[in-house]
C-alpha cells in the first residue's frame, strides 16, 4: 500500500480537494471502504467540473471500472446507473456554482438517496439495480 493510499484510508477522503482526491482515484490510492456512493457523487462532481460531458462520463467509467475491478469487484459496476448519476450531476452543476465537491454534495443530499433520492425520480431502483442488460449497457429510463 502507497504512503497515500494509508493516509487516505486512516482519515477518509473529505480531507483532501477535488483534484487530489480524482488524482488518488485514478492511481488506485484510494482504500476500498473509503469509496462508497458518496464518493462516487464527489467523483462525478469533479471529473466534469470544467470539462466536457462525454469526455468527463468516459473518464468516470474508465476509472470507476479500473477501481472496481483493481480491488476484486469488477461485477458490481453497472453502467445505467453510473452515466444516470453522471448526467443528474451534471444537471445540477449547470442549474448553480459549487466551490466544491463538498459543496455539492451539501447542498444537494437527495443525490445521495440511492434509494428513493434523485434517481428514483427516473428509475425503479430496485429493478434497474437488478436488470442484466442495464448493468453492462445505459438502459433509458421507462417513468
Request: contains cysteine.
Amino acid at each position: 500500500m502507497s504512503k497515500t493510499n494509508v493516509r487516505v484510508a486512516e482519515r477518509g477522503c473529505d480531507h483532501i480537494d477535488d483534484e487530489a482526491f480524482v488524482a488518488a482515484f485514478e492511481a488506485l490510492e484510494i482504500a476500498p471502504m473509503d469509496f462508497r456512493h458518496r464518493e462516487h457523487v464527489r467523483l462525478a462532481f469533479a471529473m466534469l467540473r470544467g470539462a466536457d460531458f462525454g469526455a468527463a462520463a468516459a473518464r468516470f467509467k474508465r476509472a470507476l471500472v479500473t477501481f472496481a475491478a483493481s480491488v476484486g469487484a469488477a461485477g458490481k459496476y453497472h453502467e445505467t446507473l453510473t452515466l444516470a448519476y453522471v448526467a443528474l450531476v451534471g444537471e445540477r452543476m449547470q442549474a448553480e456554482a459549487y466551490s466544491s465537491s463538498l459543496e455539492f454534495i451539501e447542498r444537494n443530499p437527495d443525490l445521495l438517496d440511492h434509494r428513493s433520492g434523485a434517481i428514483s425520480q427516473y428509475y425503479d431502483v430496485a429493478a434497474i439495480t437488478a436488470c442484466p442488460i442495464a448493468r453492462r449497457v445505459f438502459v433509458l429510463p421507462r417513468r
